[in-house]
């Protein structure tokens, strides 16, 4: 696992779509729904996706991700985008069974794995720049996912805006913008791609979990 800089936290919107805020059978929230995952989730395109043992159903959560540029704390919504310095894929792979059964996600969202990113690319690359992004997820080879920024309840610049008035940015911090409608589970023998068109993809087969020592 190699990502440079390590992020100091992998920050995550929840429910940042109105589509998806529905399938989960909820209203959208009023303010941003923030939660961290561990660095330590992060996995590289190609490598494989561990459904450990006993956890229940596991889902792919397609999002657009960025990473932050420069350090950052309370910074306005007119500057925000200036914060960030690179856009990626990523998935933000849940164990939903027990994201309902725990008030806290960390676990739920925190596995070995659970975080698949694709190959930074610089923002100032980007022809069309960012408000035009977009993400896609298939399964198999199967349209599954489709979602465009446009849609964000809550916009890049706010978001940004309204996280560091909670908190300091780093450089090498991750912010994932939540998922579209569509999420579903994963099984050992999937292939999970999300790609943001123009930018890239991250694919990972999905495997079940074997432990060494059997425990
Ligand atoms: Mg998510």
Same mark, same amino acid.
């Given at each position: 696992?190699?990502?440079?800089?390590?992020?100091?936290?992998?920050?995550?919107? $929840?429910?940042?779509?109105?589509?998806?805020? %529905?399938?989960?059978?909820?209203? !959208?929230?009023? /303010?941003? =729904?923030?939660? +961290?995952?561990?660095?330590?989730?992060?996995?590289?395109?190609?490598?494989?996706?561990?459904?450990?043992?006993?956890?229940?159903?596991?889902?792919?959560? $397609?999002?657009?991700?960025?990473?932050?540029? %420069?350090?950052?704390?309370?910074? !306005?919504?007119? /500057?925000? =985008?200036?914060? +960030?310095?690179?856009?990626?894929?990523?998935?933000?792979?849940?164990?939903?069974?027990?994201?309902?059964?725990?008030?806290?996600?960390?676990?739920?969202? $925190?596995?070995?794995?659970?975080?698949?990113?694709?190959?930074?690319?610089?923002?100032?690359?980007?022809?069309?720049?960012?408000?035009?992004?977009?993400?896609?997820?298939?399964?198999?080879?199967?349209?599954?996912?489709?979602?465009?920024?446009?849609?964000?309840?809550?916009?890049?610049?706010?978001?940004?805006?309204?996280?560091?008035?909670?908190?300091?940015?780093?450089?090498?911090?991750?912010?994932?913008?939540?998922?579209?409608?569509?999420?579903?589970?994963?099984?050992?023998?999937?292939?999970?791609?999300?790609?943001?068109?123009?930018?890239?993809?991250?694919?990972?087969?999905?495997?079940?979990?074997?432990?060494?020592?059997?425990?």
């Amino acid at each position: 696992m190699t990502i440079e800089p390590m992020p100091s936290k992998i920050l995550c919107v $929840g429910k940042n779509y109105l589509d998806h805020a %529905r399938e989960m059978g909820s209203e !959208p929230p009023e /303010e941003p =729904l923030v939660f +961290l995952k561990a660095p330590s989730a992060l996995l590289l395109d190609g490598a494989p996706i561990v459904i450990p043992e006993g956890v229940g159903r596991v889902d792919f959560e $397609g999002e657009i991700a960025f990473q932050v540029g %420069r350090k950052a704390r309370f910074v !306005p919504e007119s /500057e925000a =985008l200036s914060v +960030l310095s690179h856009v990626f894929p990523l998935n933000d792979v849940t164990a939903r069974d027990l994201q309902r059964k725990d008030s806290q996600w960390a676990r739920a969202k $925190g596995f070995d794995t659970f975080c698949p990113v694709g190959r930074p690319i610089p923002l100032k690359d980007l022809s069309k720049g960012v408000e035009g992004l977009k993400v896609e997820t298939r399964v198999n080879g199967e349209l599954r996912q489709e979602g465009a920024m446009k849609q964000f309840i809550f916009s890049l610049p706010f978001l940004i805006s309204w996280l560091t008035r909670v908190m300091t940015l780093q450089p090498g911090d991750i912010l994932a913008t939540g998922t579209p409608a569509g999420v579903g589970p994963l099984a050992p023998g999937d292939e999970v791609e999300v790609t943001i068109p123009g930018v890239g993809s991250v694919r990972n087969p999905v495997v079940a979990e074997s432990r060494p020592d059997g425990r």
